[in-house]
């Protein structure tokens, strides 16, 4: 057979670099169509949150909330050169904004200048067709189809921030830097923290969920409002849970409805 | 072939001695990148893409851009763009070559790219974007290289090539519909979310990278024997008058369903880029010049008699390469970020580093394409000297 | 040996099989001043050269013993047995890692050889026994200089 020494090479390289490139490819596609997207809850619960804004009124009481909030999941305090928590950096899971920029769409020139610069919590909406989960090129970030919580993968995270691009809601924080010597608290050593360069945002406690514990804000919202309780976590796939009583009796809003994205945090005005 | 890109010219080096210097002080200043993360970009919680995803989104036009000499040649058989269709291939994979390497140097974790193609999300647009860009480096690397062979072999290319260079068409427009893409699903962001996104990408890739191809050629015909020919240049030309026209067109298109609609969702963000917003302004002095450059590209380019002049031709063309950059990288990237979904205005600048990476970035491309241009015009001076 | 040249002019004839280039092609196996030895004795030193350190460590034998590593007191037996720990526990936290997080399953781990059950997490189970990372885990890993990215985020079980 009479072939130059190039095409031979070149031969024998395109079959090895495809053999090489495909064999793991298809595995790992394979592997993702299993996967699947796990967008809405199948037959398992959906976790929900129910947020009474009038009861949220007390600082103490939303501060409360982020405090153990991110004191449970080492969120860190990154400071800017004057002191002041870097709007440019900062993390943050759970927090609070006035009631006219969390609800563009409720809020009025004729609303009440009480309810327009009430500060309500915001956080992750555990979406049913949440978009960050949509736009993730690596499935980093999922809807379990278990209970419906938006999870977030920081081992298969690569930083690209997409997610953050889609999510309409201003939930998830990127890491900057290493967060590590920004955690002014000791590090709560049972939970990880982040490492840089990996997107975060609050998870319903699913640690705490694991164990049957209540989400730390929601605990720490009863506690500091003395027993009548801001917030109410429960399984709105159950018609008795409390949640889907109080939902049933309160009329209640969501952020943003019109974009289609489905919270399951809810709002008693 | 290859050989050539390993002799040359005094010049030659000095020219990719140059690149490499670039080359080191952004890989120096992207070794600090990865060592303190991407806190030494100008980027914030509320702009979280800025200089180097405003770079990706030019590239991939530039790119895609190439289909404007392929077709006419291959389909209609436009014989005048016989030498303008390697350019235009060599200026694609350096450009899909720089768009691979500016979302790599976004990446918070770089190493954990393959986690991409490891775990592929098929409803993720960004991941349909790595697998057509690559695709596409292939496709033009196959095709440039064997129809350049060819030609240095004096034979016509192997028949299989044809349905390659049928299917670098619709890839190419494909590359930058589904950059496109990325940005106008996300219902998060109305300043993106318009379905002109893709056709306004497309229309100014056709008025870019034809200009950054008129640029190549007239270099290329100062410096070395390699001459694309007047025709094809002029042809070039005539294709970015066009596309300019249609890429004003779009915008004023969407300008008027911005300001006339009302809808504050859709008007903050244009008000912010044209007029500033609330005190914030830093794009608008930007808007400016690009509206000036726009201008005064479309009316001069539009007379023949100006575009018949090449030293003029080659200064509007990189008028429109500034004006098509600003709009297009800065412009619509950063703006779709403001005001943030709790509508705030958060300013983006971007800081020394960044430039710094971004500028080796760009030098790495510029070393692929000067040296396939030295390829390119090597094979040429044999075939002649034969 | 001289290359055919044509002249610019020459129809192009259509690839028919023959060749009609000007690169010869040569079969590979014989030429005249063959190269074919220089090649293969390079091959062999190329070879050799990058599979040094395996030939190299077999014939030397171990120069340095395994570092000691500060076991844990109070406890007999790790999650798995000492040997299957020292070649699979990257595995095993791997599994753990996908149980926990991907699944998000709360079934507590079963010993393949003592049948124990653990709770799947680094820093409450492994960590929790192994308390001092620096001298368990680190030491034999800086001697083979293997730096996991784990530490980025896991911690020790104690505070610091």
């Not at chain 1, 563009?104 to 500060?119: C, N, S, V």
């Not at chain 2, 699903?185 to 008025?207: E, H, K, N, Q, V």
């Not at chain 3, 507590?108 to 189970?125: D, F, N, R, W």
């Amino acid at each position: 057979m009479h072939e130059s020494r190039r095409s031979f090479l070149k031969r024998v390289g395109c079959v090895a670099l495809g053999a090489g490139c495909a064999g793991p490819l298809f595995g790992a596609a394979g592997k993702a169509v299993e996967e699947g997207l796990g967008c809405g809850a199948s037959g398992g619960k959906q976790w929900g949150l129910v947020i009474d804004i009038p009861k949220c009124r007390r600082e103490e009481v939303r501060r409360a909330c982020t405090a153990a909030c991110h004191r449970a999941h080492n969120v860190p305090e990154i400071r800017d050169a004057n002191g002041q928590i870097s709007s440019k950096e900062e993390i943050k899971w759970i927090w609070s904004e006035k009631f006219e920029d969390a609800f563009p769409d409720e809020a009025h020139p004729y609303t009440a200048a009480a309810l327009k610069d009430q500060p309500v919590l915001v956080l992750c909406n555990h979406c049913t067709h949440p978009p960050c989960v949509k736009v993730c090129p690596t499935a980093a970030t999922w809807k379990r189809p278990q209970d419906g919580i938006v999870m977030m993968d920081m081992h298969r995270c690569i930083g690209c921030r997409y997610c953050i691009a889609a999510c309409p809601y201003g939930a998830r924080s990127f890491n900057w830097r290493d967060p590590r010597p920004y955690l002014h608290a000791a590090i709560r050593p049972e939970y990880p923290t982040r490492t840089k360069g990996v997107v975060e945002k609050c998870n319903f406690c699913e640690e705490r969920l694991r164990d049957g514990l209540e989400p730390a804000c929601v605990e720490e919202a009863r506690k500091a409002s003395g027993g009548d309780p801001p917030l109410t976590f429960g399984d709105l796939s159950d018609p008795d849970s409390a949640i889907s009583r109080l939902l049933s009796e309160k009329p209640t809003i969501c952020r943003r409805l019109s974009l289609g994205t489905g919270p399951n945090v809810f709002y008693i005005v | 072939m290859l050989e050539s890109a390993l002799r040359g010219s005094k010049r030659y080096w000095l020219l990719l001695g140059f690149w490499a210097l670039v080359i080191l002080a952004g890989l120096a200043a992207y070794s600090r990148q990865l060592s303190e993360g991407l806190t030494i970009t100008g980027m914030s919680r509320d702009v979280t893409w800025g200089l180097y995803i405003a770079q990706f989104t030019f590239l991939v036009g530039v790119a895609a851009s190439a289909v404007m000499v392929v077709l006419p040649y291959y389909v209609h058989n436009y014989k005048a763009f016989g030498r303008m269709v390697i350019l235009g291939e060599s200026l694609a994979v350096s450009a899909v070559a720089m768009c691979m390497l500016f979302v790599f140097v976004d990446l918070g974790q770089p190493r954990r790219v393959l986690n991409v193609l490891l775990y592929p999300s098929l409803h993720s647009v960004m991941f349909w974007d790595v697998v057509v860009l690559s695709g596409y480096l292939l496709l033009n690397l196959v095709i440039g290289g064997v129809t350049l062979e060819a030609e240095r072999q004096g034979t016509p290319p192997p028949k299989w090539v044809k349905p390659l260079v049928y299917l670098s068409i619709p890839w190419a427009v494909s590359i930058h519909t589904v950059t496109a893409f990325l940005f106008s699903g996300l219902a998060a962001r109305p300043f993106w979310m318009t379905s002109i996104l893709a056709p306004r990408f497309l229309a100014s890739a056709f008025a870019s990278g034809p200009s950054l191809l008129i640029l190549l050629a007239l270099i290329l015909r100062k410096f070395t024997k390699f001459d694309p020919g007047r025709e094809a240049i002029q042809k070039l030309a005539t294709i970015v008058t066009y596309a300019m026209v249609i890429n004003v067109f779009f915008v004023l298109v969407e300008l008027f369903t911005a300001l006339y609609g009302e809808m504050p969702h859709h008007l903050h963000p244009f008000e912010y880029l044209f007029l500033g917003l609330d005190g914030k302004s830093a794009l608008v002095p930007w808007m400016r010049v690009c509206e000036l450059l726009t201008v005064g590209c479309v009316v001069l380019l539009l007379i023949p008699q100006v575009r018949r002049q090449e030293g003029l031709l080659a200064v509007l063309c990189v008028a429109v390469i500034a004006a098509i950059w600003i709009e297009k990288g800065m412009g619509m990237v950063v703006t779709g970020f403001v005001p943030s979904p709790l509508g705030k205005i958060t300013e983006y600048v971007p800081t020394a580093p960044e430039i710094m990476i971004t500028l080796g970035v760009y030098a790495i491309g510029f070393f692929l394409l000067s040296v396939f241009c030295k390829i390119v015009v090597g094979v040429r001076e044999r075939v002649e000297m034969a | 040996m001289s290359e055919k040249m044509g002249t610019g002019s020459e129809p192009l004839r259509e690839n028919t099989g023959q060749t009609a280039c000007r690169e010869v092609p040569v079969p590979i196996f014989s030429r005249a001043r063959s190269d074919t030895p220089k090649i293969i004795v390079g091959l062999a030193v190329a070879l050799v050269a990058l599979t040094f350190p395996l030939w190299y460590a077999l014939a030397a034998g171990r120069s340095e013993p395994s570092p000691a590593v500060e076991l844990p007191s109070g406890v007999s037996q790790c999650v798995e047995p000492k040997d299957t720990m020292k070649a699979h526990h990257m595995e095993l936290l791997r599994q753990w890692q996908l149980a926990v997080v991907r699944e998000g399953s709360n079934e507590p781990y079963v010993s393949h050889a003592y049948g124990t059950k653990c709770k799947m997490s680094l820093t409450k189970t492994c960590l929790g026994c192994h308390t001092n990372r620096a001298n368990f885990c680190d030491r034999c890993h800086s001697q083979v200089n293997v730096q996991p990215a784990c530490w980025d985020c896991h911690n020790e079980s104690k505070e610091k």
